[in-house]
C-alpha cells in the first residue's frame, strides 16, 4: 500500500512490526523513530499526546536491539522492540502521570501500572503518554485540562472519550497499540468513533495497579489497535492476576490470539430488540443490519434476544460510577495528592483543601463528585445508590439469562450491539449539554455494569457533510468469553474487509 517496508499504514499493525524486528528487516530503533515522525508531522493537528518520551524511547529501543542481537527477539519477549502509548492515567515511574487534570499536572508516580510493566518485560517501547478527558470521566476528550484531542477521520470532530487520544493515536498511525481505560466505555466509544479495535476486557482479567481509579467496581484497562489479531496479541501480554490487585482474576489466562481463524458457523449470536433504538443515527442503524447480514452469512446464527433492564443502564452508572469516584478522588486535596493552593496567613486547613481542590479540579469532576456525595448521603443512599444497585444486578441477571442455556438448550454465545449511537461529533457540539453526552454511552455502560467482555471492531462507513465517519458494532460475550469473542471479532473485521486508514 505504499509504506515503509510493506507495511498496511505508516508505522505498521503490532503483528507486522513485531514480525519484521523478528525477522531482522527493521530495528527497534527504526520501529520508534517511524512513530516518533509520524508523531512529529501530525501531532500539532490531532493532539492524541501529553507527553512523548522521544529520548528515552529512542535509548530504550537502542537497549532492545542489543538484547535482540545477543539473545534473540523471541527470548527478548512477544512485543520485542515494538513502540506503543499509554493513556494518561496509567502511573509510569518517569515523566508525568497528569490523568489530563489541572491537579495532577506535575504529578510524578513513584511507581509503574502492572499492565505498562508487562509491555515493558515483553519488550515494548513506550513512546508517550495519550491524552484523556480529565480522570476519564467523559466521552470526548474535551474535558482535557489540556484541550480536545482531534478525531483523524475529521479534525473538527472529536475522536470520542476518555481514551480518546490513544483511539486518534492509533487511528493516525502514530503507534499501533494504545491502552486505554474504560469504566463506561472509554475504550469501545472512541476506538468506535476512529475506526479501530477497542477491547474492554472482563473485569479482574488485568490488573488494576497503577490505574488511577475512576470507579473502582468498573474500571478496567484494555488495548486500542488496528486490528483484532493485534489486540489479542497485547491481551497474550497484559491478561493474569496481580498479587499487588486483589479484584484480579485468578483464572487461566488462554492464547487469546490462537482461535482467531476458527470459523464462526454454527455460533449463536443474540440481537436484543434494544439494539434498534429509534434514536440511532440511520447510518448507525444501517451498519447494523448489514453486520447482522454478515455475521448470518458467514454462518452464525441470529437469534432475537431481549435485555429488557438495558434502558436502566445509563441512570444506574451515573449513580454507581460517580458514587464510587466521590471517594476515590477524595485523596486529591493538596495534601496527600495534588497542586496544593495558596492560602493566607490565618486561613485554616479546610480552605487549603476546599481550595485546592476548587483550583484544581475541573468542571465535569466536580459535577460527578457532587453527584456522588450526594447519592451516597444519608436519606438519599436508599433512593439512588441501593436502587441502582439493584437495577445492576438486573442488568447482569439479563445477560445471564440469554447466555445461559433454556430449557431448549440454547444460550447465546455473544450479544450483538451497536458500539455507539452516532458517528463523531464535532466538537463543541455536546459539551454544555451533559445528558447529551452521557447518552454517548448507552450501549457501552452495561458490560462494565455486569463485569463482562466487550469489543468494539469497525463495522462500517457514515457519511456526514461530505465525510466519511467510521461506524462501530460492539460483541459482548459471558465473562473470560475473550477467546470467543475476539474469534467472531475477527471474522467480522475480514468480512468487512474496510480500509481503516484515513485519508491524508
Ligand atoms: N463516558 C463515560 C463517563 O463519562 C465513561 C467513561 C469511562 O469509561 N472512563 O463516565
Known sequence: MGYIGGMSTPCGTLVEIRDAIRSGAMSSVDAV??????????????????????????????AIDARIAAEGAERVGALAGVPVA???NICLDWGKTT????????????????????????GAVIVGKTNLDEFAMGSSTE?????????????????GGSSGGSAAAVAAGMVPLALGSDTGGSIRQPAALCGIVGVKPTYGRISRWGLVAFASSLDQIGPMTRT???????????CGEDPLDSTSARVEVPAFTDRLRD??????IGVPAQARSEQNDPDVARVFEETVERLRTMGAEIVDIDLPHMGAGIAAYYIVAPAEASSNLARFDGIRYGRRAEIDQGEDLETLYSRSRAEGFGGEVRRRIMLGTYVLSSGYYDAYYNTALKARRLIKGDFDAVFSADASGAGVHAVLLPSTPTPAF???????????????????????????????????????EGKRLPVGVQLLCPAFGEVNMLRIAAGLADSSALETMPAG
Open 263 to 268: 470459523p464462526i458457523e454454527g455460533l449463536r
Open 86 to 88: 499509554l493513556k494518561d
Open 143 to 159: 474535558h482535557s485540562c489540556f484541550g480536545p484531542s482531534r478525531n483523524p477521520w475529521d479534525t473538527e470532530r472529536a475522536p
Open 99 to 122: 490523568c489530563c487534570s489541572r491537579i495532577l499536572e506535575e504529578y510524578e508516580s513513584p511507581y509503574t501500572a502492572t499492565a505498562a510493566q508487562r509491555l515493558i518485560d515483553a
Open 228 to 238: 483484532v489479531e493485534d489486540a489479542g496479541l497485547a491481551l497474550d501480554v497484559l
Open 33 to 62: 523513530r517511524g512513530c516518533l515522525e509520524r508523531i512529529e508531522a501530525l501531532d500539532g493537528t490531532v493532539c492524541a499526546f501529553t507527553q512523548v518520551f522521544a529520548e528515552k524511547a529512542i535509548a530504550d529501543a537502542g
Open 426 to 464: 464535532r466538537i463543541g457540539e455536546k459539551i454544555d449539554d451533559p445528558l447529551a453526552l452521557y447518552l454517548e454511552d448507552i450501549y457501552t455502560v452495561t458490560a462494565n455494569l455486569a463485569g463482562i467482555p466487550g469489543v468494539s471492531v469497525p463495522a462500517g462507513f457514515a457519511e456526514v
